[in-house]
């Protein structure tokens, strides 16, 4: 058999409020809990990062936010270390949170600590940018892009995130788009990733509209879609021999539970990759959200999990085989 990059995916780490809080009294790599090891194995890691790492700012107060997002950035950027963050999707509703200021310190902290990162900067075309590394022998591209919070959209000559509107009618938004996955396949990646904060809360399900811009990004040479916001996980679906991850739901957290929808369970969503940078199969390791910190889930919690997406993803006409703890995904069958 050859040989399989291993790429993981999360849903959103908001390391922020009560979660900074814990970092500052427990080791950096606490807040990994016990799926730390299956991180640290992965080849390479690719996060939502759904809030500032700065000490400097203001709450925002220009238009109303109930929530403001910040996290110390040496212990922030520790814990992104320890477990071996590779890449960093910045396109989302919290980057902004405490200002210009935060956001630039952000933008310089993960450079500094080598970790790529899009959807977000000091101008419109540095949010807009895509972002490269290589992982295990692979090229492997990110565009990240935006539909929430449209104040803190960047524009010509001021920060902010890369937001678009996640609609094929809209001329603007469409040709935005175009030009960073014309830029990334620029460069001729053997993987491009699509890294989306789209959506409202609490949603199960992708709206028809945001279906079709996720084919529209495979037909478009896209090999991945990783969607994230609804802080729930949404149904997988397979278009052309590409994965469509709607949404990867919460991955680190301090938010209150809803007791039917789960936000406090999801999947580390471990993509394999073969030679040719072709997804082979995606593996789903059921995790759960507990003491501000992510574990591995078992008994009923990761039934839940199974079950949940299951049923979620029948929708698109995808099966899953199941071994152990783990749903698995064939790709290529």
Known sequence: MPPTT???????????RQVDARQRTRDVDAVWGDVLPRLRS???LCINLECCLSTRGRPWTRTYRPFHFRADPDRALGALSAAGVDYCSLANNHLMDYGPDALADTLDALDGAGIARAGAGRTLAEAREPASLAVDGLDVAFVSFTDNTPEYAATADSPGTAH???????????????????????????????????GPNMVTEPPPAFRRFGRWLVDR????????????????????????????GDFVDDYVVDPELRNDRSFLFDLRIDGDG???????????IRDCAVHLAGGEAAEWCRERM????????????????????????
Do not use: C, K
Not at 278 to 288: G, H, I, S, W, Y
């Open 42 to 44: 992965l080849d390479g």
């Open 221 to 248: 040479g896209v090999d991945v879609v990783h969607g994230h916001s609804a802080h729930v996980f949404q149904g997988i679906e397979v278009y052309g021999g590409r994965p469509i991850v709607y949404d990867a």
């Open 6 to 16: 291993h790429l993981g995916l999360t849903g959103d780490v908001m390391l922020g």
């Open 310 to 333: 299951r049923e979620l993803s029948d929708a698109f006409g995808t099966t899953f085989d199941r071994e152990g703890e783990e749903l698995v995904l064939r790709i290529d069958d």
């Open 164 to 198: 678009v509107r996640f609609d094929l009618d809209d001329r603007e938004s469409r040709r935005a788009v175009e030009a960073s996955l014309s830029a990334a396949r620029g460069a001729d990646p053997d993987l491009l990733v699509a890294s989306l904060h789209w």
């Open 278 to 288: 072709t997804p082979v199969e995606l593996r789903l390791a059921p995790v759960e």
